[in-house]
């Protein structure tokens, strides 16, 4: 058996030397190592050896694995196809490397950062809720009963007889008004569902960002002056602000803001070699609707435990989908969705 064992040693020793490629090591190893190769081979006869020889056989077949093991690693970085050799074959070093593709923001997370950085360095403080909300939360605590004319608008999508997808980030301030004492200053970002039909300036699911002050001296100017603040730091310095009567359940007085128009500078048209050219993105009215404001209702405050006559607020809600349109001339809502890298990549 010692024999066996010695001239299998020196017959592997000697076939891996003169191996010369990774595939002729792969061979060996498989021959020698493998599970019918043949060192498994005399380990399975040494239930033949006598017990007395049986520690010192086994013993030499260890060392005979190891050595048959050693041999083969050894010999695999020797091989042709490996080391600098192999790599200038296999590598033209005088090509170009390639670049590696760097991840970037997508252009609605990059406009949500910028807006909730703009109102935190104002001191508002960023509350989220939940995206499946209760009737009682996305309507009537905010003063929207089940035959005020406004919720058509404001329906959306219904899990069961009580529960739905919120259709306005509003709810998150009702649950923060339940639990927070006032004063207050909070903006509440996240995704809202309607069901509007999907075109070139809506979505069934798109993104928002709500804000709520509340004091005992809040006054509408204050709402303007907020507003004004955001508008030029996010449009830019030169960007006018303007103040629409508007209805919203929620608030009152309620207003639509619009701003001046980004492309003209609110004159409405544009400059062409034969005059002035109507501006296809104010339709030539020189002002673009942004979003909704106004002071809150009285019945949102006692719905959450608040004394009407104590304490004031304003309330303003907008789309990050509209204001990243505005922002980046972009003429197609559908495009922030269609991962379409060409689209992408511009940003």
Known sequence: MEEKIKSAQEQALSEISQAKTSDDIELLRVKYLGRKGLVNALFGELSSVPAQDKPKVGNLL??????????????????????????????????????????????????????????????????????????????EALNIP?????????????????????????????????????????????????????????????????????????????????????????????????????????????????ISCIICKGKGETASAGGGKRCSVCGGKGWLEILGAGMVHPNVFSAVGYDPKKWRGFAFGMGVERIAMLKYGIDDIRLFFENDLRFLRQF
Do not use: C
């Open 62 to 139: 260890n060392r005979l694995k190891i050595a048959v093991s050693s041999a083969l690693d050894s010999a695999k970085g020797k091989t042709i196809d490996a080391g600098p050799a192999a790599a200038a074959d296999s590598i033209d070093v005088t090509m170009p490397g390639r670049k590696r593709s760097l991840g970037r923001l997508h252009p609605l997370t990059q406009t949500l950062d910028n807006i909730n950085e703009i109102f935190l360095n104002l001191g508002f403080k960023i509350a989220e809720g939940p995206e499946i909300e209760t009737i009682y939360y996305n309507f």
């Open 146 to 258: 089940l035959d005020h004319p406004s919720r058509d608008a404001f329906d959306t999508f219904y899990i069961d007889d009580n529960s739905l997808l919120r259709s306005q980030t509003s709810t998150v301030q009702i649950r923060v008004m339940e639990k927070v004492k006032p004063p207050l200053a909070i903006i509440s970002p996240g995704r809202v569902f309607r069901p509007d039909a999907t075109d070139a300036s809506h979505s069934f699911m798109f993104h928002q960002v709500e804000g709520l002050m509340v004091d005992k001296d809040i006054k509408f100017s204050d709402l303007k002056g907020i507003l004004e603040i955001f508008v030029k730091r996010m449009f830019g310095e030169d960007t006018r602000m303007r103040f629409r009567p508007h209805f919203f359940p929620f608030t009152e007085p309620s207003a639509e803001v619009d």
